[in-house]
């Protein structure tokens, strides 16, 4: 057995000392199915929103994992047609991961957030579901901190003045 579920070397790819038909593999929580041994288990990871290009790069190091990126957010019918047979996902502020869409992704693991909280996420349905979720609330730091530094700037120039003046004529 080289499944990475298998019961008896859960997260390892190494070989199971026992034969395939003796053990059973986990295919989602509290649901046990015979492995079969045919196909190498993929990791589906979406991204939405845009999220940063130099995630891809660093996903595609972990073996069989298939990333998608998807630069908007999906409405829900999308969404849920995505998260079918996704186990990672990465996402922002703009899509709503509730109970409901919760309960359209079967496979999902885990859940990353690109944003300053985790509000758009039903954390209990996701924990009730065992799904992890973590967030990146340091993620949008520097583009705050140039915002800033760009609105200080415009300020010190008194272009606001400037501007309603130059349109009053």
């Not at 991961?97 to 359209?104: F, R």
């Not at 520097?142 to 501007?163: D, F, K």
Request: charged share 20%.
């Amino acid at each position: 057995c080289r499944s990475i579920w298998c019961s008896t070397r859960r997260g390892t790819a190494a070989a199971c000392p026992k034969p395939p038909s003796s053990h059973w593999a986990y295919e989602s929580p509290g649901a046990l199915r015979r492995p079969t041994h045919k196909e190498p288990m993929r990791l589906n990871i979406l991204l939405l929103e845009d999220v940063h290009a130099s995630a891809t790069p660093i996903l595609q190091t972990i073996p069989r994992a298939e990333v998608l990126r998807l630069k908007h957010a999906p409405d829900a019918a999308e969404l849920r047609r995505l998260l079918a047979d996704v186990q990672i996902l990465g996402m922002r502020s703009r899509t709503v991961l509730d109970a409901d869409m919760l309960a359209a992704a079967p496979r999902l693991r885990a859940v990353g957030a690109y944003c300053t909280g985790t509000n758009n996420i039903d954390l209990q349905a996701a924990a009730a579901r065992g799904v992890a979720v973590f967030n990146g609330p340091f993620s949008n730091t520097r583009s705050v901190a140039e915002l800033v530094i760009g609105h200080a700037i415009h300020l010190l120039r008194r272009i606001p003045e400037r501007q309603a003046a130059a349109r009053r004529g």
